[in-house]
């Protein structure tokens, strides 16, 4: 379902918004005021650039073009001064296997608070020069918009600290083959922490932000709220840039699949060490993993709002008197809402159908989905318990869309 957006103004930059912020922990209510999205876009657009360059050839770990980027990005984080999160600095080499992740802090300034922690991340490496179809995959969307997100929102919270203190990080090892092992940077992070993991309140994770699953789509997943009933509450609640739609939906309908679970990215690691987590994605594109993931690729303007809405969580979280604690919790009903919202999007005249030039028998499974849940849904709307078809029905749906807009085959999507 849609989060109603709210009528309070957009300020001009992040600094003012978080001038404002204080009073969240002033007895007024309402969520905080967002940065200005434009403000946002220039240093995105500078960021994502640059690390999708052939200067870099890809990022993959342990290269020289991974090695490289890496200290491209501390400049950034020096230059707005995001501080290393432990005194050893701020790489932490992944010792079972190559690369290494970089970790920041920004000093919360409520002394009850500053030892309490929020994470904010976005993975840096990508394929490297292991591309099939050119010299090397740039990884523009996947995931250099996500890293330049990332930095623009940690540079307003060092101009402006909140409450809690903010981890930045940017892993390594996230892509093929190490994704989901020991040797994947966020899990050599979880087992081997530079500080308690009991002292993270929530760990947020962007990955595959700034554009949409089709051309000019405005949709935002937000998932993982379930973790925490604080986080649900949060992300009902929070500004929403205009032009940027938020889907809040359950882990589970991405990741349960007909050949098993399959987790899609860093905050996997967390959420299994008992941290809430909220997970934020456009989903895959027809680049997804080639060497035409360019930076023309990239919505700028959708990245800016992207970024507001961060800044908007981020900030909440940080200067939030509540502390959210992990207690996951299904809510197929309001699964199936989310879920419908998207199929009605992707089945519009000039929607997803249209614009993904899907063939004939793609848009009938699409309409059977479409069939299939409504029923699903009234069963729910009326008091019905999910059952396992509910829950199957309410996966499919989502994950042949998902599907469907990546580069993966239509006859595959339509084996689900």
Not at 119 to 126: C, E, G, I, T
Not at 150 to 175: F, M, T, Y
Request: net charge negative.
């Amino acid at each position: 379902m849609r989060t109603s957006r709210c009528s309070r103004p957009i300020v001009a930059s992040f600094l003012l918004a978080g001038a404002l912020a204080g009073c969240s922990g002033s007895g007024e209510s309402g969520p905080l005021p967002l940065p200005e999205p434009q403000s946002l876009e220039a240093g995105i657009t500078r960021i994502a650039t640059r690390l999708s360059s052939a200067e870099f050839l890809g990022r993959d770990e342990g290269t020289p073009g991974g090695i490289a980027a890496r200290a491209y990005l501390l400049e950034e984080w020096k230059a707005c001064g995001i501080e290393p999160l432990v005194d050893g600095g701020y790489e932490q080499p992944i010792l079972t296997g190559k690369g290494a992740n970089i970790l920041g802090r920004i000093r919360g300034t409520d002394p009850s608070l500053a030892d309490r922690h929020v994470l904010v991340s976005a993975h840096y490496d990508h394929l490297g020069e292991d591309c099939d179809d050119g010299p090397y995959c740039p990884g523009a969307y996947d995931n250099a918009a996500a890293v330049g997100i990332v930095i623009q929102v940690a540079c307003g919270l060092a101009a402006n600290p909140p409450a809690r203190s903010v981890i930045v990080a940017h892993w390594d090892a996230e892509e093929p083959p190490t994704v989901r092992t020991d040797k994947m940077g966020s899990n050599f992070y979880a087992a081997n922490p530079l500080i308690p993991l009991s002292s993270l309140d929530a760990s947020i994770v962007l990955d595959l932000t700034g554009t949409g699953m089709w051309p000019g789509y405005g949709g935002h997943f937000v998932m993982g709220s379930e973790t925490s009933p604080q986080l649900t509450a949060l992300v009902a609640s929070a500004t929403v840039p205009d032009g940027l739609t938020i889907f809040r939906g359950s882990l589970h309908t991405i990741e349960e699949q007909s050949f098993g679970h399959h987790p899609w990215s860093d905050y996997d690691a967390f959420r299994n060490a008992g941290v809430p987590v909220l997970f934020l994605s456009d989903g895959q594109t027809k680049v997804y993993h080639l060497a035409t993931d360019t930076i023309d690729k990239v919505d700028m303007a959708k990245a800016g709002r992207e970024a507001s809405y961060l800044a908007g969580l981020v900030r909440t979280l940080a200067e939030a008197e509540v502390t959210p604690v992990f207690a996951p919790a299904d809510d197929y009903l309001h699964d199936a809402r989310t879920v419908t919202a998207i199929l009605e999007d992707a089945l519009l005249e000039g929607g997803g159908v249209s614009l993904l030039g899907l063939q004939p028998e793609s848009i009938a499974s699409l309409q059977g989905d479409s069939v299939k849940l409504a029923a699903t849904l009234a069963r729910l709307e009326g008091g019905a318990t999910a059952t396992a078809d509910d829950i199957a029905i309410i996966r499919i749906a989502v994950q042949r869309v998902m599907c469907l807009a990546s580069q993966l085959p239509d006859f595959l999507c339509q084996a689900l």
